[in-house]
């Protein structure tokens, strides 16, 4: 006869129902910004979270803002493309492959946790901390959709500068947070300065290698460094994975 214990079953992806046997695969949103490091998402952390969430056992509805762009970057020359404009939910739709939801449709009752990859799309588009710094502000959807699942007690993930926008939002709740470690002269750690944001904005930060994550159970966030490290394709790949695992524990 068939048995899976609750353990089991949640270490495959997989929530344990009522406590029968039933069981069923958890539904994960993904939170896209665009698609692009210099403007959007970044493509191999979005991508690394999707592959993780589906080998993990989860259904998977990307979502985005139906927003204009902050603006758009040329990425052969890391410069602003001149009367050039981009919809968030159109260039997010490249990576969905077309499967994308606007987010005003997400919420904590039609998902079980919820992803936010990083790239400078979620410090241009979901926030403005790429102008702002720790004066920084939190699209509204983006700022409702954070509260409300963690009202529910539902679990977040947030990685590379993602984590920006639960400093921002639960930093009040005390949220742990990682953005990686502090600028240690390697030339490794571009975007450390981060860190005393986050700090400024009342979340409790701690220093994590790529290979690490940091979860904050009573919060039930997880974070990790991805891309806030200047490492290899696979060490990152590697780093959202990690998260992904954790996240799917959490559910």
Excluded at 40 to 49: K, L, N, V, Y
Excluded at 122 to 145: H, I, P, Q, W, Y
Aim: negative net charge; aromatic residues 6%; charged residues 20%.
């Amino acid at each position: 006869m068939f048995n899976l214990t609750k353990t089991a079953a949640r270490n495959i992806g997989f929530r344990w129902l009522s406590g029968s046997a039933s069981l069923q695969a958890p539904t994960v949103a993904v939170v896209l910004s665009g698609s692009g490091v210099y403007d959007g998402s970044e493509i191999h952390e979005a991508s690394a979270a999707l592959v993780s969430l589906t080998r993990g056992g989860a259904d998977v509805v990307c979502y985005a803002p139906d927003s204009a762009q902050m603006h758009v970057i040329d990425h052969t020359k890391g410069a602003p493309a001149e009367r050039e404009t981009r919809n968030v939910l159109a260039e997010s739709a490249r990576i969905a492959r077309g499967n994308i939801k606007p987010i005003t449709e997400l919420t904590s009752g039609v998902a079980d946790a919820v992803f936010f990859p990083g790239g400078f799309g979620a410090a241009k588009n979901l926030s403005d901390f790429a102008v702002k710094g720790a004066d920084m502000t939190v699209n509204s959807e983006v700022e409702r959709v954070i509260k409300d699942f963690h009202g529910a007690k539902k679990p977040l993930g947030f990685c590379c500068i993602a984590p920006m926008l639960a400093a921002k939002v639960l930093g009040g709740s005390g949220v742990t947070v990682t953005l990686g470690k502090a600028d240690d002269g390697s030339g490794k750690w571009p975007y450390a300065g981060s860190i005393e944001a986050a700090k400024a904005l009342g979340a409790n930060t701690v220093e994590k290698a790529v290979d690490e994550v940091a979860v904050d159970e009573a919060n039930k966030v997880v974070t990790s460094p991805a891309f806030m490290y200047d490492g290899k394709f696979h060490e990152i790949h590697d780093s959202v994975a990690k998260a992904i695992s954790a996240l799917l524990g959490m559910i």
